[in-house]
């Protein structure tokens, strides 16, 4: 579990990264980010019924995900809003090719230091 300052949970937030920020994608996700003056890097993660019907796969998905970022979060640029969205194509990924699209895209993205 990410930390709640580490948390994007408020729904204003989000609208304003949509909203103000960047966009990049590939076949599996998409990323919205931005700036932010908190000093540390914040994460937010969608999943929609259109990825997965059942909550509890939603759930697994929402999971993996955070584990990954977990795993990478010391690699993020500092003061950064990130929202990953997943697309349908997602629920086919095991966790290591997740991890592995995932990675890729915030390299993309030039999210990483």
């Known amino acids: 579990m990410l930390k709640k300052q580490q948390r994007i949970t408020d729904s204003k937030d989000f609208q304003t990264i949509y909203r ?5 994608s590939n076949a599996f996700f998409s990323l919205n980010y931005s700036k932010n003056y908190y000093g540390h890097t914040r994460v937010g993660i969608v999943v929609n019924k259109k990825v997965a019907k059942k909550a509890t796969e939603r759930n697994l998905l929402k999971r993996q995900i955070r584990e990954i970022i977990k795993k990478n979060y010391d ?4 003061g950064t809003d990130i929202i990953i969205s997943t697309r349908p194509k997602t629920k086919e ?9 995932l990675v890729t895209l915030f390299t993309a993205g030039k999210l990483f230091k």
């Open 20 to 24: 103000r920020g960047r966009h990049y």
């Open 75 to 78: 690699k993020f640029i500092i």
């Open 93 to 101: 990924l095991n966790f290591a090719q997740l991890e592995k699209e």
